[in-house]
Nanobody, 123 residues
Framework: QPVESGGASVQAGGSLNLSCTFSGVNGGDFARAWFRQAPGKGREGISCISFSVGKTSYQDSVKGRFIISRDDARNMVYLEMNSLKPEDTAMYYC???????????????????WGPGTQVTRS
């Protein structure tokens, strides 16, 4: 399963950098993505990055503030989070998405077990 890290409690306007290692997970050439689950809400896909060319996709709620990146040599994916808002408070998870790119409803193609997640709180 993937393992997320980097979550913390930050104040208004703060930034965080999340990391995810897919060590032991063979995601092949598939895309990688970040999901989050806020208290009392369902889990939602917020950002996706394709293999190789690194084509990205963002939900409107995070577009312009978050940046997803990946290091295929290390089998890791990252999420740079800027200008955090109270509504960004959630548990964040990474996952393999069984799509080559991040077109369409990529969040419906998540595969594998969920990791433990990492908590982000905008205090």
């Amino acid at each position: 399963q993937p393992v997320e890290s980097g979550g913390a409690s930050v104040q208004a306007g703060g930034s965080l950098n999340l990391s995810c290692t897919f060590s032991g997970v063979n995601g092949g050439d598939f895309a990688r993505a970040w999901f989050r689950q806020a208290p009392g809400k369902g889990r939602e896909g917020i950002s996706c990055i394709s293999f190789s060319v690194g084509k990205t996709s963002y939900q409107d709620s995070v577009k312009g503030r978050f940046i997803i990146s990946r290091d295929d040599a290390r089998n890791m994916v990252y999420l740079e989070m800027n200008s955090l808002k109270p509504e960004d408070t959630a548990m964040y998870y990474c996952a393999v998405v069984t799509r080559i790119d991040c077109s369409g409803s990529w969040w419906d193609f998540r595969a594998g077990a969920w990791g433990p997640g990492t908590q982000v709180t905008r205090s």
